[in-house]
């Protein structure tokens, strides 16, 4: 496994990290999840992702459970706050209150003293920037949380948030975590180049588009039994990259990885790690072979001509 610096930071995570969006506390039983996770941390992978929402809560209790057994300092571990928690009008967005409670409860269903990234998982319109940031820089003052992240904000949100921090010398954004894969490629024009110009590293989730790359999904057929394709909860995600035209270009892609001696996964994931700018790429895993594959993606580099090989494949849909 090789490390990347988030951002400009000193912190170094894994270049493939593993997540717990649909899975773990929900769709992964809980010795399998256990497994996962001890198999990631065995090849090296040290940064592992949740957040409050995922299953309400039950996956920070998995992974809080999973990580108990290695030494504190040994991983990266983040999570999120934003949206809703309970019916309550404060159980959602990010005030100050809802932060800070938020935080509170994560930690206690973690059992941690502190999370080495806190996300605000979406941005808040209702909430003003600076509220946000000086609640966010109060838990860092703390010790709480070490680094201040977000998740799917625009350039221009994360350039105000910027804006606000340096004004009032506050912490600052320094991780963002984005869909990017090569079907959705929309952080490329503004969202990458910021990262790049103010130090904010990318932590990409889908990577594999919701396993669309994976290559297990074929034109004219129907979707494998237990995929995420057939889960009524799952679907409204995947059903984005479910079409004929896409599925025969994924097809083209196997060829091209089968050409190098690796699975679609492993392609799919170097392609992501092509970019200098993104710290490491976001799996979800709900079998130890899972991720025994995408960790192999790790090091690998690819060739100029691939890369327009692969360009040359997609362009038409690229977005």
Not at 109 to 130: N, Q, S
Not at 229 to 255: C, R, S
Request: aromatic content about 8%.
């Amino acid at each position: 496994m090789e490390y990347r610096k988030m951002g400009r930071t000193g912190l170094r995570v894994s270049e493939i990290s593993l997540g717990s969006w649909l899975t773990y506390g929900n769709a992964t039983e809980r010795e399998t999840a256990f497994k996962t996770i001890s198999t990631a941390y065995d090849l090296g992978i040290n940064f592992f992702d949740t957040a409050n929402v995922y299953a309400r809560g039950a996956a920070e209790i998995v992974v809080g459970e999973a990580l108990a057994g290695y030494p504190r300092e040994s991983f990266v571990l983040a999570t999120k706050v934003f949206f809703p928690m309970g019916e309550g009008p404060n159980d959602k967005g990010l005030s100050r209150k809802h932060i800070m409670e938020s935080a509170h409860a994560s930690l206690k269903r973690l059992k941690m003293d502190y999370v080495d990234i806190f996300y605000c998982h979406r941005p808040d319109p209702e909430t003003p920037v600076e509220e946000t940031m000086r609640a966010l820089n109060d838990l860092v003052r703390q010790g709480k949380v070490l680094y201040v992240g977000v998740s799917e904000w625009s350039a221009a949100q994360m350039q105000e948030a910027l804006r606000v921090s340096d004004r009032l010398l506050l912490d600052r954004i320094v991780v963002n975590q984005p869909q990017y894969s090569m079907l959705s490629r929309g952080i490329e024009a503004e969202v990458i180049p910021l990262g790049m110009k103010e130090g904010i590293g990318q932590v990409v989730f889908s990577p594999l588009a919701q396993g669309v790359l994976t290559g297990k999904y074929k034109p004219g057929q129907k979707s494998p039994e237990g995929s995420r394709a057939t889960d009524p909860k799952q679907n409204m995600w995947i059903g984005n990259f479910l079409h004929e035209a896409l599925l025969e270009k994924v097809q083209k892609l196997g060829v091209v990885a089968s050409e190098l001696g690796l699975t679609m996964s492993q392609l799919a994931l170097a392609w992501v790690l092509r970019q200098p700018n993104v710290a490491s790429a976001l799996i979800g895993a709900s079998r130890p072979e899972q991720v025994l594959e995408n960790a192999s993606a790790s090091g690998i580099s690819l060739t100029r001509e691939t890369l327009d090989e692969i360009d040359g494949i997609l362009e038409p849909l690229a977005q």
